[in-house]
Each structure stands twice: as C-alpha cells, then as structure tokens.
C-alpha cells in the first residue's frame, strides 16, 4: 500500500473487532500511540478532555497502544481497557495494540503515518494530526501535553473556528 489516506485503512479494536477507519473521514482525528506505564501516561487525562471538549466539533481522539518504546504497555487488551478506564475513565476509541516502529510487524496505519509525514514516534504519546479528508497535518512529539496551545491551536485551526 502506497497510500498516505489513514482514512483507507482498516484496524483492530482493542475488543478485536475490525474496523474501517474510514467512519472517521469527515472528521479531524489526533492518533496517538499509548502505553499505561510512562512517564507520559498522564497525558491520557488531557487527550479525554479533547476528547469531550472538541467531539461534538468533529475531533476523534483515537489510541493505539504500543510496547515499542521502554516496553510500557506489556499488558493484554482487557489490562488496557481496565487501566485506561478505571484510572483515566477514557471514552475515545481505543484499538488493539500495534508496532510503531518500522520494520517487519509495523502496522500499516503507523506505515501510512510514516510516509505521509515523514515522522515515527520516538517515544510513547507522540500524535499526529488528520485533517476530515485523511491527511496528516502536523506530528506532535510526546512532550507535546495534549492541552498545549500548540495542539489546541492546531486542532482548532483543523476544525474550523
């Protein structure tokens, strides 16, 4: 696949349902790649907060856990959903764990992320920016907390004041 529309991928939930992430075309998506033992595992708690203050606009936040970086997501599906649940009470879409890194076992959506911007994650909650149409508009590195003017701006100006 060659593509660079994240919206023409399918992926897993993290209940393990496939998906299209094509539900999502039509609306500005922040994906970030997860993990529950960080030192940026806090950041779940402003993600929940865009999550609830720009929803009703037409932002997904949408997570993928990964183990790729200090293995700080070692759990199963039901550990993570427990975690991001109890602790963080997160409601936006969660899917099943994947690899960020490139290489052989990399998911195709961090594949399609990588060739349309250029950027991997270097760590865990790095986020990339999809405008309505599928297309990467900004990478934020994980120092980058979800409620930074910075991301504010960037998810305000892709939503249209």
Request: aromatic share 10%.
């Amino acid at each position: 696949m060659t593509s660079k529309d994240v919206y023409a991928l399918k992926v897993e939930t993290l209940e393990g349902a496939s998906v299209p992430l094509e539900q999502y075309r039509g609306q500005v998506a922040l994906i970030v790649n997860v993990a529950s033992a960080c030192g940026y595992t806090p950041q779940y708690a402003g993600l929940q907060k865009l999550h609830e203050r720009y929803g009703a606009r037409g932002l997904s936040v949408l997570g993928f856990p990964s183990n790729d970086f200090g293995r700080q997501e070692p759990g199963t599906a039901e550990q993570i959903r427990d975690f991001c649940s109890t602790k963080y009470r997160v409601t936006f879409p969660m899917f099943a764990k994947v690899q960020t890194k490139a290489g052989a076992g990399q998911s195709d959506v961090y594949a399609t992320l990588e060739r349309a911007s250029g950027q991997l994650p270097s760590w865990n909650f790095g986020k990339y920016l999809v405008d309505r149409q599928g297309n990467v508009l900004h990478f934020f590195p994980s120092k980058v907390e979800p409620e930074s003017a910075e991301l504010v701006s960037a998810i305000e100006a892709a939503l249209g004041k």
